[in-house]
Every structure is written in C-alpha cells, then in structure tokens.
T-cell receptor, first 110, second 114 residues
Framework: QKEVEQNSGPLSVPEGAIASLNCTYS??????FFWYRQYSGKSPELIMS????GDKEDGRFTAQLNKASQYVSLLIRDSQPSDSATYLC??????????FGKGTSLLVTP | EPEVTQTPSHQVTQMGQEVILRCVPI?????FYWYRQILGQKVEFLVS????????KSEIFDDQFSVERPDGSNFTLKIRSTKLEDSAMYFC????????????FGPGTRLTVL
C-alpha cells in the first residue's frame, strides 16, 4: 500500500504567523502532488498543485516539493482564522487515483 | 465559475436497498471520479471513468458498485445492496484532460445506511 503521511495535528498558530504543513509519500514514481483544504463536513477544495522540484507560490500559499526526499510541504503566510481547516496532501502515484493523506488540522487563533 | 454538482446532498436508506448517487461534472471535463470518506477517516478513491468506461478502480469498488454516464451530463454511482459500512460521504470529481490534471470535487452526498 502506497502511503501518504501527514501529522494529524492540530497545528495551532497565531493569526498573522506562518503555518507550515508537511507531507511525505512512499512511492518514488509519484509525479503529481496536490494540496486540498477541507472544512468540516465539506468537500476537498484545491489549493495548489505542484509537479516539479522546488517552490511554487500562489498568493499567501507556497508549495515545496523535494522528490529526492519524497517530501512536499505547504506554507501559509499571514495565517487567518478563516484558514482553520484540515489540509489534505494528495499524490497521484500512477494512473488516475488521488491517494490522500489523513490530513493535518490547522487552527489559527486570533 | 463552473463547478461539480451532486444530488442528493443527503440520502438515508435501509440496509439492502439500492441507491443511486448523481453527479454533474464540469462541462468540458473528460475524466470523472468517485471518492468516499467515512466519518473521521481519509478520502478514499473508488473509481475513475473516461471515454465511457472504467479506467481504474480500487479494491473498495467491488461488484456491489457500478458507474454510468447515462447522458451527456450526468455521472452516477450505484450501490446495489447497501451495507451499514457504506455509510460515508461520497464525492464526485472531474478533471479536464490527462490523468495528472487537477481534480475538482463536488459538494458530496452524505449516505446514511440504517
């Protein structure tokens, strides 16, 4: 079973701080990586995709991918209380299926 | 902005009954997917569908499950004889092009099997 591992949290950060979320994956051939946000009782909402080693920035979000270390992370700058949610790391190992981690719960405190 | 829609939002059924969950993918998308999420657990892949046939399925997607694209817009998931353990959120997703393309999720159907 190909694994996508995330710390379940909760990760608590004060408003305005940087939140750092981490994910490791087991399949070396994985090529596509995604971060989704999920509010309680809602569906996963795409934040970012990343396919190449390095950083990718979109507004307050930065995804970082290191394929040699099989590691992908998400940084959220200037965290807001509305960012409080569960963040899901997902990987396409091969084929079509998204393989999700269990998610990290983020709490941004005012 | 185009979005994936799903109906119903909540379905309650008796064990052993058949249910059909419906999805309308984003109109220019070619790949369609079903996922489920049991309460408190991770999102799990069920099946992907392309060009009117299943392209990939998981071990969860056994003979009790089937998918269909009955017309040009709808995509359905049928569970033939529901079990208590089928209770979950079921999410439909679609992507525009290749299998590595971003998948956009619908709001989900909460299935409760009594």
């Amino acid at each position: 079973q190909k694994e996508v591992e995330q710390n379940s949290g909760p990760l608590s950060v004060p408003e305005g701080a940087i939140a750092s979320l981490n994910c490791t994956y087991s399949d070396r051939v994985s090529q596509s990586f995604f971060w989704y946000r999920q509010y309680s009782g809602k569906s996963p909402e795409l934040i970012m995709s990343i396919y190449s080693n390095g950083d990718k920035e979109d507004g307050r979000f930065t995804a970082q991918l290191n394929k040699a270390s099989q590691y992908v992370s998400l940084l959220i700058r200037d965290s807001q209380p509305s960012d409080s949610a569960t963040y899901l790391c997902a990987v396409i190992d091969s084929g079509y299926a998204l393989n999700f981690g269990k998610g990290t719960s983020l709490l941004v405190t005012p | 902005e185009p979005e994936v829609t799903q109906t119903p939002s909540h379905q309650v059924t008796q064990m052993g009954q058949e249910v059909i969950l419906r999805c309308v993918p984003i109109s220019n998308h070619l790949y369609f997917y079903w996922y489920r999420q049991i309460l408190g657990q991770k999102v799990e892949f069920l099946v992907s569908f392309y060009n009117n046939e299943i392209s990939e399925k998981s071990e969860i997607f056994d003979d009790q499950f089937s998918v269909e694209r009955p017309d040009g817009s709808n995509f359905t998931l049928k569970i033939r004889s529901t079990k208590l353990e089928d209770s979950a959120m079921y999410f439909c997703a679609s992507s525009e092009d290749t299998s590595t393309d971003t998948q956009y999720f619908g709001p989900g159907t909460r299935l409760t099997v009594l």
